[in-house]
């Protein structure tokens, strides 16, 4: 969060509206300086905290004032102007499975941040053990700690949503949780959609026997992943593959690496595989080359990929044949629509369904004979 303060050095602001002089080492407060302009504190706090439908000629003067008057705009008095605090909070579990061992989240997390930096938001990350979640909420709740919440990494029955409702604090999911009664706001990404294409394209090429690596099942995402599976494979009358050709955990290269090993030492090993996120695909491609096998003309690998920063997937020709999904732009799309719930709370839910794009790469073709 930046905060407007005077320029380095000076010990007295120069005379402002109303002859009110402010010395750097004291603090003007909120109404003091809605008063120095002449303007309403909910108007002054819009103007320097982003908000949309103040003009920009307002804001620049109003900016330009707080600079000559030493004001300098702190949570508290924002959280008195918009009766809400102007942060979002993002609660992190720790301990056991967690898909927080990928850099999905620092991507996504990224996203958010480019939104509450040019909205002047904060971010609020609280890590607490899985257990302690609730806990967390309405301790954020009680303090006034946040405006809202980001729910990351929902599950089928996933008791957080009923919770944030009860306890009256705005929240988006990203992702979704289907067998939730009650309407909530989401983005999401159209799994189901996304594994459904990428399997179709593997049939297309030719290849019937077909392995999936998916994510931790326990999450909602992963399931409707498995489900545009199976549903391609039905829709070509083929059968759903046996158990230990659709494995389920952590979204690692590690995790990648020893499925592969166990497919590709089977004794009728797949042509080819979907994978749930790039680290997996990665961990796949170790394992073949290992073996002196090369992806695409040994086995046919086709991922999800979240278009990382770190895990780039890009070029004239990609290295993986992938379902891009750009989980910054998620990201940003979250923290706007959490915004907006905050600053109208009594709004109606609204969700957003992103698409992925099939992009071919080199680690797909058909099945040799």
Known sequence: MVALRPRCGQAWAPA???????RDKDKMKLKEFAKAVGMSQTTVSRALNGHPEVSEATRARLIEAAHRLG???NAHARMLATGHASTIGCVIPIGGRNELVNPIYADFLAGVGEVCARRKFEINLTVVPQDEQAEAYRALKSKGL???LIVQFPRRGDPRLALLKRIGLPFVVHGRVGDHPEPYSWVDVNNLRAFERGTQF???????????????????????????????????GLPAPAPDRMLSGEMSASYGYAGAVALLSSDNPPTAVLTSSIMIAMGVKQALEERGLQPGRDLSIVTFDDDLSYYSNRGAVPVFTAM?????EAGRRTAEMLIGLIDAPEGKAVTELLE???????STAPPRC
Do not use: T
């Not at 030719?206 to 489900?227: C, K, P, S, T």
């Not at 992925?356 to 080199?362: D, F, I, K, N, T």
């Open 16 to 22: 402002g509206v109303n002859g009110i002089r402010q």
């Open 71 to 73: 004001y300098a705009p």
């Open 146 to 148: 946040v405006g809202g």
């Open 202 to 236: 593997l049939l297309q090429l030719g290849h019937r026997q077909i392995a999936l690596l998916n994510g931790d099942e326990a999450h909602d995402f992963a399931l409707r992943r498995r489900e545009g599976f199976l549903r391609a494979l039905a829709a070509a």
């Open 324 to 328: 891009r999904s750009p989980v910054r």
């Open 356 to 362: 992925a794009e099939l992009v071919v790469g080199r």
